[in-house]
């Protein structure tokens, strides 16, 4: 039982590798930087799933150091090989695959190394294997301001519980269904979390491992061979302002109930598209869990789910029109 307990957990380690691209990286705390340029100004940065040989997540954040006034970073990753060995190889260099591995810059570092490179060359090995639930791990996430990677989506819950347990800053990637879990809707709707800017053209591609299986849509290898995957259901979800979050969506369908059909069982009108949300309507919407990238709390209020299960203080109905069951909404209403 132990050995297929190791296989799995080392399957499902090399199918959460997804390597993000520095340009996405780049592309997110941009907005972040440009609402407040202080925003991470004497913090520690913490990356938890970050290994700081090859990780994108550590490079920006080392390069961007003295930009955003840093006061420490630490990048730490997780030894997920299921048979945690140690080997030399020919430049007689021990390589570790029992312990996880760390970095960690702070600001009187700076003039005494060439640190952008440091964070692939002068890391260290973690005393245990680097999981974000060790006590080793908790010790630097307790000591961090904010906490920013691409997690495990297997342990996408588990992840955010250990965060939220903290009550730290955090942003991370996420995939869309998980708005409507029960452990992430009701911080959505209380406006505790929200999401973040989003991915260029709404479909990101990361690197994958060498020995990730094929599939066979959403992935390619490219012509030197690295292989890839992409995704139309990913977003960062944070709980740090940024500019994009307080824009108004520009409305310029009307209303009409032919457009717009009722639900059978709750009294608010489907709309199948953000983009089609009336500018003259102002009772419940149904509207895609997508329009929550767009979502102004200014401008709508988020009401609670219309999804599929029990009815509660957050789900309020089931999505039923004309008898059929339709696609799980979030309910929302214009703000007077």
């Given at each position: 039982?132990?050995?297929?307990?190791?296989?799995?957990?080392?399957?499902?380690?090399?199918?959460?590798?997804?390597?993000?691209?520095?340009?996405?990286?780049?592309?997110?705390?941009?907005?972040?930087?440009?609402?407040?340029?202080?925003?991470?100004?004497?913090?520690?940065?913490?990356?938890?799933?970050?290994?700081?040989?090859?990780?994108?997540?550590?490079?920006?954040?080392?390069?961007?150091?003295?930009?955003?006034?840093?006061?420490?970073?630490?990048?730490?990753?997780?030894?997920?090989?299921?048979?945690?060995?140690?080997?030399?190889?020919?430049?007689?260099?021990?390589?570790?695959?029992?312990?996880?591995?760390?970095?960690?810059?702070?600001?009187?570092?700076?003039?005494?190394?060439?640190?952008?490179?440091?964070?692939?060359?002068?890391?260290?090995?973690?005393?245990?294997?680097?999981?974000?639930?060790?006590?080793?791990?908790?010790?630097?996430?307790?000591?961090?301001?904010?906490?920013?990677?691409?997690?495990?989506?297997?342990?996408?819950?588990?992840?955010?519980?250990?965060?939220?347990?903290?009550?730290?800053?955090?942003?991370?990637?996420?995939?869309?269904?998980c708005i409507t879990y029960k452990e992430v809707f009701p911080l959505i709707k209380e406006n505790k979390i929200w999401l973040g800017n989003g991915f260029s053209g709404g479909d990101p591609q990361f690197k994958v491992p060498a020995d990730y299986e094929e599939r066979s849509t959403r992935f390619w290898i490219d012509n030197d061979g690295q292989k890839w995957r992409s995704f139309g259901n990913l977003?960062?979800?944070?709980?740090?302002?940024?500019?994009?979050?307080?824009?108004?969506?520009?409305?310029?369908?009307?209303?009409?109930?032919?457009?717009?059909?009722?639900?059978?069982?709750?009294?608010?009108?489907?709309?199948?598209?953000?983009?089609?949300?009336?500018?003259?309507?102002?009772?419940?919407?149904?509207?895609?869990?997508?329009?929550?990238?767009?979502?102004?709390?200014?401008?709508?209020?988020?009401?609670?789910?219309?999804?599929?299960?029990?009815?509660?203080?957050?789900?309020?109905?089931?999505?039923?029109?004309?008898?059929?069951?339709?696609?799980?909404?979030?309910?929302?209403?214009?703000?007077?």
């Open positions: 039982m132990a050995g297929n307990r190791n296989l799995n957990i080392a399957a499902r380690a090399k199918n959460d590798e997804f390597y993000t691209q520095y340009d996405d990286i780049q592309r997110e705390l941009n907005c972040y930087y440009i609402y407040d340029k202080n925003f991470l100004r004497d913090k520690t940065v913490l990356l938890p799933c970050d290994d700081p040989e090859w990780s994108n997540f550590t490079k920006f954040f080392a390069l961007n150091f003295e930009l955003y006034g840093l006061k420490k970073l630490i990048s730490t990753s997780y030894a997920a090989d299921k048979k945690k060995f140690i080997y030399r190889n020919l430049f007689d260099e021990f390589k570790d695959f029992s312990h996880g591995k760390i970095y960690t810059l702070e600001q009187n570092d700076l003039g005494k190394v060439d640190y952008p490179l440091k964070a692939l060359n002068r890391w260290e090995y973690l005393e245990g294997d680097g999981d974000f639930r060790s006590a080793e791990v908790k010790r630097l996430r307790d000591e961090a301001d904010v906490i920013i990677t691409n997690p495990p989506f297997s342990m996408f819950r588990e992840f955010l519980a250990w965060i939220l347990e903290a009550n730290k800053k955090f942003l991370i990637i996420c995939n869309m269904n977003h960062w979800l944070t709980n740090m302002e940024h500019g994009k979050r307080h824009e108004n969506i520009s409305l310029y369908m009307k209303y009409s109930p032919e457009l717009y059909p009722r639900y059978d069982n709750y009294d608010a009108i489907e709309v199948s598209k953000t983009a089609e949300i009336p500018k003259d309507y102002a009772g419940v919407m149904g509207v895609p869990i997508t329009f929550l990238g767009k979502y102004c709390p200014e401008q709508f209020e988020i009401l609670g789910k219309i999804d599929t299960g029990k009815i509660n203080e957050y789900n309020l109905a089931n999505p039923i029109i004309n008898g059929k069951i339709g696609y799980k909404r979030i309910a929302i209403r214009r703000r007077r």
